[in-house]
Nanobody
Framework: VQLQASGGGLVQVGGSLRLSCAASGSGFVVNDMDWYRQAPGKQRELVATITPSGITNYADSVTGRFSISRDNAKNTMYLQMSSLKHEDTAAYYC?????????WGQGTLVTVSS
């Protein structure tokens, strides 16, 4: 399974971005899909999770501002980020689980500036 993350970029404080993560190489719908992020000098942290049925969970720091969704037909996951803050600056990584194995995409960089 290969994951391709995209959509990062430079955005001003208060702005919005939409990240995408497309899974390919599998004929099955992946199970849980997650977004993680890692800021410079910090550990990677879980941002949001979505199950195949659409149940979601968010880190407290992004609740109310970020929205995770997925299109199972396309094996694609999205992260709609709004009201962005400086502290949201990080490399964002997607992860998918399939038959007990975890797969990671490359990071996509989000930079929030004044």
């Amino acid at each position: 399974v290969q994951l391709q993350a995209s959509g990062g970029g430079l955005v001003q404080v208060g702005g919005s971005l939409r990240l995408s993560c497309a899974a390919s190489g599998s004929g099955f719908v992946v199970n849980d899909m997650d977004w993680y992020r890692q800021a410079p000098g910090k550990q990677r942290e879980l941002v949001a999770t979505i199950t195949p049925s659409g149940i979601t969970n968010y880190a407290d720091s992004v609740t109310g501002r970020f929205s995770i969704s997925r299109d199972n037909a396309k094996n694609t996951m999205y992260l709609q980020m709004s009201s962005l803050k400086h502290e949201d600056t990080a490399a964002y990584y997607c992860k998918a689980t399939l038959i007990g194995e975890s797969y990671w995409g490359q990071g996509t960089l989000v930079t929030v500036s004044s």
